[in-house]
Structure formats: C-alpha cells, structure tokens
C-alpha cells in the first residue's frame, strides 16, 4: 500500500529482457535508506518486488499483466521515473490509499501553466472514467492528484508548481500515456451494489452513510 506521495525521481539505468517480461534496474537515493530484497515500491504508479540490491540501485522484474495493463513495457534506459516506498504503521497518509494496482493508462491530452499553477488533461477510457468523481482522488503515474473537474471522455486536474517540480510532471508533455489508478473506495462500493446478498445496500442508505 502506498500514499501517492512520491519520494524521489530515479532513473532506468538498464532494462535486461527476460522469456516472459523484462528485469529493470533503477538508481535511487533516498528510498535506498532502508530498502530490503522482496519489499514492494511503486515504480510510476506500478507497485514492483525489489528482487536484486545494489548500494544506489535496486532490480525488479515486470511480468504478464503489468506489461499488458502498464507503460512500463515502453520504459528504456534514461527514463525518469517517480517512486515511493511501501507505507508502515507510522506513515503519515498526505495522499490517499494507493495500492500500486495499474486499472489502466489514459493519455495527456492538455498540459500547460494555468497562472501560478498547471493544468493537466487526461483521456480515459470509459471503464476508468466512471469510478472518476469530481473532487475525488486519482493516482497518475504513482501520483496523487485530485480530480478538478470531469470531462465527456476524461478529468481535469489542477497541480501546484511543488507537485510539478519533485515528480516526474515536468517530463511530460501532450499526447503521453500515463498509468491510471482509481479511487479503491468507488470499486469497493460498486462491488457491493453488484452483489444479491447485499440487498440491503441501496443508493439512498450509501448517502446516508457519506458516500
């Protein structure tokens, strides 16, 4: 489980093929500090199992559905990258509950200053776009970001310079595909409205309780 709050930016510094997927190592800095082999980090929004360490790297090998469902089969060596380690108990929750779980990519379809701060426009598909809520949280490449506005086929999203500057943002340009996760909550809630045995859930008890 992660906050989307990124800690650092690493880079790709090399991508070996395997059979079935690839190993990929990255440089880092501050998420070396207690890192260990088998911890989880998110990888541009990608929750990965650290498999090898070295004293400012770290390996990890992407298989099956995260090279279907993520960008990171795209990645090369000199990518930028955001990443943060798992949470622990005494992790203070400055984003939303992340799981590092891809639902899928959209595309950048608007990005530029907006006065002091940024717009960023995303494109999603149909089957993202409807656990979007105005207001509600979404995780763009690992980042946690709050949608601004909803759109026919995607949402609006306002960033702070701060948010720009120590995340891999400043990298990105229109047309970019970027991984998409939605608010765990929402699907949660769906789950449950789709289930028999959960009658006793309906819309008008789910306001009742603040959704």
């Known amino acids: 489980m992660f906050t989307g709050i990124i800690e650092e930016i690493g880079e790709v510094i090399s991508i070996q093929k395997l059979a079935d997927g690839f190993r990929m190592t990255i440089s880092g800095n501050t998420v070396m500090d207690d890192l260990k082999i088998d911890d989880s980090i998110c990888i541009d929004g990608a929750c990965q199992t650290i ?3 070295g004293d400012s790297n770290f390996t990890v090998e992407a298989v ?9 089969g795209n990645f090369r060596s000199g990518r930028k990258v955001n990443l943060e380690r798992s949470v622990t108990l005494q992790t203070r929750l400055g984003g939303h509950l992340v799981q590092g779980h891809v639902n899928g990519t ?18 999603l598909s149909s089957d993202l ?7 509600g949280s979404i995780a763009i490449d690992g980042i946690s970001l709050t949608i601004a506005k909803l759109l026919p086929n ?26 998409i996760e939605t608010d765990i909550i ?11 045995q959960a009658g006793a859930i309906t819309i008008d008890k789910l306001k009742q309780w603040g959704y």
């Open 64 to 72: 099956g559905e995260t090279i279907e469902k993520t960008t990171l």
């Open 129 to 135: 776009l409807k656990y979007c809520v105005r207001e």
């Open 186 to 196: 929402s699907r949660y809630v769906e789950r449950l409205m789709q289930n028999p």
């Open 154 to 179: 995607g949402a609006g999203i306002s960033i702070i310079p701060h948010t720009v500057k120590h995340t891999t943002l400043h990298d990105r340009k229109t047309g970019d595909r970027v991984n």
């Open 51 to 53: 498999v090898t360490l």
């Open 106 to 123: 959209g595309r950048i379809t608007q990005w530029h200053p907006r006065g002091e701060n940024y717009y960023l426009e995303i494109e």
